[in-house]
């Protein structure tokens, strides 16, 4: 099974009480990646807990530009060949988390690290193995949506999960 398939199954049967439990906190860091910045203020009540990560009018990862935002700095940090990887329909290419930090940067790996409560390091290995899975699992038809993702809870729904 693999790392997004364990999170959302943990999601989907975690709470006794019949609702869904809150996403791993991983998870939630990698879907603020991809959720549009300019998404309104459905993306701020998706993105609220995350410490100031979530949106863009907090300065956080929604600054990133979603998924279109994303893909230009795996492009201009000479990784644009991975993330196409993960989007088309073939194999994904694997990213080191030393990769991943030369893409995101030291103060966004930092801003996840201390959100996480993790080192830098530990974060970036964790992203650096649910990031691939998540935007292959989010471009099914090997194309980067049109319109970008949307909000948190709009991923979520393409995922399969209601939030």
């Known amino acids: 099974?693999?790392?997004?398939?364990?999170?959302?199954?943990?999601?989907?049967?975690?709470?006794?009480?019949?609702?869904?439990?809150?996403?791993?906190?991983l998870l939630?860091?990698?879907?603020?990646?991809?959720?549009n910045s300019g998404a309104g203020s459905a993306a701020g009540g998706a993105n609220a807990g995350l410490g100031?990560?979530?949106?863009?009018?907090?300065?956080?990862?929604?600054?990133?530009g979603g998924l279109g935002g994303l893909i230009n700095a795996f492009q201009r940090n000479g990784m644009g060949?991975?993330?196409?990887?993960?989007?088309?329909?073939?194999?994904?290419?694997?990213?080191?988390?030393?990769?991943?930090?030369?893409?995101?940067?030291?103060?966004?790996?930092?801003?996840?690290?201390?959100?996480?409560?993790?080192?830098?390091?530990a974060s970036a290995s964790g992203l650096s193995e649910l990031l691939p899975q998540l935007i292959d699992r989010l471009t099914p038809n090997g194309q980067a949506p049109q319109g970008d993702l949307g909000n948190i809870a709009d991923i979520m729904a393409r995922l399969g999960q209601p939030r």
């Open 52 to 64: 100031g990560l979530g949106g863009a009018q907090q300065g956080g990862l929604g600054g990133l």
């Open 81 to 121: 060949d991975h993330m196409q990887s993960w989007i088309g329909t073939g194999q994904n290419m694997p990213i080191s988390p030393d990769q991943l930090q030369q893409v995101l940067g030291q103060g966004t790996l930092g801003q996840i690290a201390q959100q996480l409560g993790l080192s830098p390091q």
């Open 28 to 35: 939630q860091i990698a879907l603020s990646m991809l959720a």
């Open 1 to 25: 099974m693999s790392l997004i398939d364990s999170l959302l199954g943990a999601m989907g049967g975690a709470s006794g009480n019949g609702q869904n439990a809150a996403p791993n906190p």
